[in-house]
C-alpha cells in the first residue's frame, strides 16, 4: 500500500514535537521502573515509545494515520 501525503510541513513539525516529548517519557518512566520496580512504568514505557516512533514515522513521511481513517484533524 502507498501512502499519500496528507500533511503539510507544519502538521510533521507537530508531530516531530510530539514524538521527542513520547520518547522523554519513555526515557523517564522506563528510568523509574528500573529504580522503582513498578511492572506498569515499564508499560508506559513501551507505549510512549511506540507512540514517539509512529509520531516521527509519519512526520517522515507526511502521512497522518488518522487522516488517512477519514477524520479532519486541524493540523
Known sequence: ???T???DERG???RRIW???CFAVA???AGLAVIASLWWLGLL?????AAGALAFYEARNKWCVIRAMGIKTPL
Open 1 to 3: 500500500m502507498k501512502l
Open 5 to 7: 501525503c496528507n500533511i
Open 12 to 14: 510533521a513539525k507537530v
Open 19 to 21: 514524538g521527542l516529548l
Open 27 to 29: 526515557a523517564a518512566a
Open 45 to 49: 514505557a513501551a507505549g510512549s515509545a
